[in-house]
Nanobody
Framework: FQLVVSGGCMLQPGWSLRLSCAAS????????LNWVRQAPGKGPEWVSA????????YYADSVKGRFTISRDNAKNTLYLQMNSLKPEDTALYYC???????????????WGQGTQVTVSS
């Protein structure tokens, strides 16, 4: 099982970007998929989660109203639509699979390789 993340780039404040996380295998309804980011010199920060079973979504306060998590079941791909980007969103973005659904315990069993998002004027 693999998660392959793509879509990172350098862009200016206020712009939008969509990240993708393609899963190589089936993800059943007992899992959640998460986006986690790590800024330079800081620890990992949970960003967003989606429960595969019921599609419920969750967001960190720092991105609520600006980011949207979604999943295309046909393509087995997770997305993170990021709008109104700020310099503080600069980070390496990872997707991660979480057994048992979203519980904010950070107990992920598979990680994607990460993609760099840099927001700078």
């Amino acid at each position: 099982f693999q998660l392959v993340v793509s879509g990172g780039c350098m862009l200016q404040p206020g712009w939008s970007l969509r990240l993708s996380c393609a899963a190589s295998g089936f993800i059943n309804s007992t899992y959640a998929l998460n986006w986690v980011r790590q800024a330079p010199g800081k620890g990992p920060e949970w960003v967003s989660a989606i429960n595969i079973g019921d599609g419920s979504t969750y967001y960190a306060d720092s991105v609520k109203g600006r980011f949207t998590i979604s999943r295309d079941n046909a393509k087995n791909t997770l997305y993170l639509q990021m709008n109104s980007l700020k310099p503080e969103d600069t980070a390496l973005y990872y997707c991660a699979r979480e057994p048992g659904g979203a519980n904010w315990a950070g107990e992920y069993d598979y990680w994607g390789q990460g993609t760099q998002v840099t927001v700078s004027s």
